[in-house]
């Protein structure tokens, strides 16, 4: 048994020190000026960024795999292992540096003895959480592919000055309403509804589309719907506050990869910078929790709107 206990410590260890390393990754570009949930269709990073075989990434490797494609300058989407580069013919370049992404799954601990699965005292089985990094390349630091099966996505530069009827009936489908024409833009959890400016009160259409996206992740906070403890908590302090709006901007990004827009930073949130990075430094955990209810609230508005842009996330 005492090998066991042991074994459980090393694991732990190990798991704690990935969510400290993507953690400090994060604090990192965020002290640098740089928000990973903001990529800009001009680096043609915005999409989401996508296995191998097509499939897209979630939650924290979203933002992990967008802060790289910034910093590189990768317009192609598409990332893999050494090992499945290789098995595709390809080649990773010779001096070219990964990039790290984690994997989230959970086992069950056996008796060191016996070797039959731990139990609780119910008798039911035990099972543990663990969380794995592992490198992978963007397609375009590998040489030898056949690149007609990693396309990189045509950016379509849409002008924006007028409503786009399409994103209009989009975000109708969500059940949630909206009316123009307020001096802010805020979700009301009681009245369920969101208010926006008139559309012609935004820099752009875009900052008006994004912004709609980012009061509509609030909404599926709502008790109805995720009952996420940051929306209706969001009176009692700065800290929760700031965890909402975090979960916001994130999942807004996310909302917009998959409806074909670029994601706006909101002016106004400069100043839950500090109170973001004294959360992530806190509590190295805080940004994975952000990142799945940011995935979780994305995909929800999603399933209410099935339109012919969308590329949804497996």
Same mark, same amino acid.
């Given at each position: ?16 020190? +990935?969510?400290?390393? #993507? %953690?400090? =990754? ?26 191998? @075989? ?17 910093? &590189? ?10 090992? =499945? ?5 390809? =080649? #990773? ?8 992404? +984690? ?14 699965? *731990? ?9 543990? $959480?663990?969380?794995?990094? /592992?490198?992978?390349?963007? #397609? ?14 045509? #950016? ?12 209009? $009936?989009?975000?109708?489908? /969500? ?41 509509? *992740? ?15 908590? /969001? ?8 965890? @909402? ?16 827009? @670029? ?5 106004? &949130? ?7 990075? %004294? ?24 399933? &209410? ?10």
């Amino acid at each position: 048994m005492p090998r066991n206990t042991a074994k459980t410590r090393k694991t732990t260890a190990a798991r704690v020190d +990935v969510y400290e390393e #993507v %953690t400090n =990754q994060i604090v990192a570009l965020l002290e640098a000026g740089t928000r990973p949930w903001s990529p800009r269709w001009a680096s043609g990073a915005a999409s989401l960024p996508l296995r191998h @075989e097509g499939t897209a990434y979630r939650g924290i490797n979203i933002l992990l795999l967008w802060s790289a494609a910034m910093a &590189h300058g990768y317009t192609n989407p598409h990332w893999m292992t050494y090992r =499945q580069a290789h098995e595709l013919g390809g =080649q #990773v370049r010779k001096g070219e540096k990964g990039n790290l992404v +984690v994997h989230a799954g959970t086992f069950t601990p056996k008796d060191g003895e016996t070797g039959e699965p *731990i139990t609780d005292s119910e008798g039911e089985e035990t099972s543990r $959480a663990y969380l794995k990094r /592992y490198v992978v390349f963007n #397609v375009e630091q590998i040489d030898g592919l056949d690149m007609s099966k990693f396309p990189a996505p045509l #950016v379509e530069i849409k002008n924006r000055d007028e409503r786009d009827p399409e994103l209009d $009936a989009a975000f109708t489908r /969500y059940p949630v309403p909206y009316r123009e024409g307020g001096n802010s833009a805020y979700y009301h959890p009681v009245a369920d509804s969101i208010a926006m400016p008139a559309f012609g009160d935004f820099v752009s259409g875009n900052a008006f589309y994004a912004t709609l996206a980012h009061e509509a *992740i609030h909404s599926t906070g709502h008790t109805s719907r995720l009952n996420r403890e940051t929306l209706y908590e /969001y009176g009692k302090s700065k800290e929760i506050r700031a965890a @909402e709006e975090l979960i916001a901007e994130i999942g807004a990004a996310m909302l917009c990869a998959q409806l074909g827009m @670029e994601p706006t930073e909101r002016e106004d &949130h400069a100043s839950y910078l500090a109170s973001w990075l %004294t959360a992530l430094r806190n509590d190295k955990r805080a940004i994975f929790r952000a990142a799945t209810a940011a995935q979780a609230g994305s995909e929800l508005i999603l399933s &209410h709107m099935a339109a012919p842009r969308m590329s949804r996330a497996a």
